[in-house]
């Protein structure tokens, strides 16, 4: 596997949703590629971070905002 195959799969090997053998060969290239090595530490760490932050709930009137510019976004696309 080179870094660009690494990358397109990054999220699954993240999630672990690939299979045994594709997970040996990231874990491969892992071992020889410092630059992969720290996207895949990096992401993991964001990951793991985002599970461990608290959740806020968005206020009604925000949330009524948010959905009407995303509406209006929309609708001019």
Not at 27 to 44: F, P, Q
Request: hydrophobic share 30%; charged share 35%; proline share 3%.
């Amino acid at each position: 596997m080179d870094c660009r195959e690494i990358l397109e799969g990054l999220s699954e090997y993240i999630d672990e949703e690939l299979a045994d053998r594709t997970c040996r060969e990231i874990e491969s290239h892992l071992k020889h590629c410092y630059n992969c090595r720290v996207v895949v530490n990096t992401l993991r760490r964001t990951v793991t971070l985002y599970h461990e932050a608290p959740q806020h709930e968005v206020p009604g009137d925000v949330r009524m905002r948010l959905h009407k510019v995303i509406r209006l976004r929309e609708e001019s696309d």
